[in-house]
């Protein structure tokens, strides 16, 4: 069964502390993507790469960077977390090709900034 | 840019109703569209999808058609059951391989 695995369930953080959210697939794709989910925002894109070391930025990359050392890894880094960072976080993956352009996702990790 | 509208929720619907959920969209070019599904603490999954002007997408009974004259994908159901009951994403690709979603409509169905 193809899998995407987020290493946290729940995290619970300071102000200004450094994060890091680790996503995992095992389906050799190419792409991966990293989103948040508000209530009444629905998914917003943060920053998606085509692969390994490559990275561009979503719709909302302020905030945030990332990092594709591997190709089935995708880390997303909160420099300096703030309480407006709070969220549900979601990690996607995809093959690269018209064709294959449906998204699986990762289970979320639930960030609260204190 | 490109944007996808979903009809605001929640929605509540008793066991075996006729679900609807609209979805518009604007795009440039010609974009696949898709549903997917959020059951209650999981991610997304893909629900169905079409990639092109009036192909109907299938799956669990629910039923999507491409329109292209009203830049349209609703999302329905002739008799929705309890374990419907979640939160629904319209969304469409660019072929880019970006994705841009709508902001969910949950669902929930009574007994």
Excluded at chain 1, 30 to 39: A, V
Excluded at chain 1, 78 to 99: H, I, K, P, R, V
Excluded at chain 2, 6 to 14: A, D, H, I, R
Excluded at chain 2, 33 to 61: C, H, I, M, R
Aim: contains cysteine; proline residues 3%; glycine residues 8%.
């Amino acid at each position: 069964d193809v899998k995407v695995t987020q290493s946290s369930r729940y995290l619970v953080k300071r102000t200004g502390e450094k994060v890091f959210l680790e996503c995992v697939q095992d389906m050799d794709h190419e792409n991966m993507f990293w989103y948040r989910q508000d209530p009444g925002l629905g998914l917003r894109l943060i920053y998606f790469s085509y692969d390994v070391k490559m990275k561009e930025k979503g719709d909302i990359p302020e905030g945030y960077s990332v990092s594709r050392e591997k190709k089935e890894r995708f880390s997303l880094i909160l420099e300096s977390a703030s309480t407006n960072q709070t969220s549900m976080y979601l990690c996607a993956s995809s093959l690269f090709g018209t064709e294959n352009e449906k998204l699986f996702f990762g289970s979320g990790t639930q960030l609260s900034v204190l | 840019g490109n944007s996808v509208t979903q009809m605001e929720g929640p929605v509540t619907l008793s066991e075996e109703a006729f679900l609807t959920i609209n979805c518009t969209y604007t795009a440039t070019g010609y974009p696949s569209l898709f549903w997917y599904v959020q059951y209650p603490g999981e991610g997304l999954q893909l629900l169905l999808k079409a990639t092109k002007a009036d192909d109907k997408g299938s799956n669990k009974g629910f039923e999507a058609t491409y329109r292209k004259e009203t830049t349209s994908f609703h999302l329905e159901k002739g008799s929705v059951q309890v374990s419907d009951s979640a939160v629904y994403f319209c969304a469409l690709s660019d072929h880019a391989g970006k994705s841009t979603f709508g902001d969910g409509t949950t669902l929930t169905v009574k007994p």
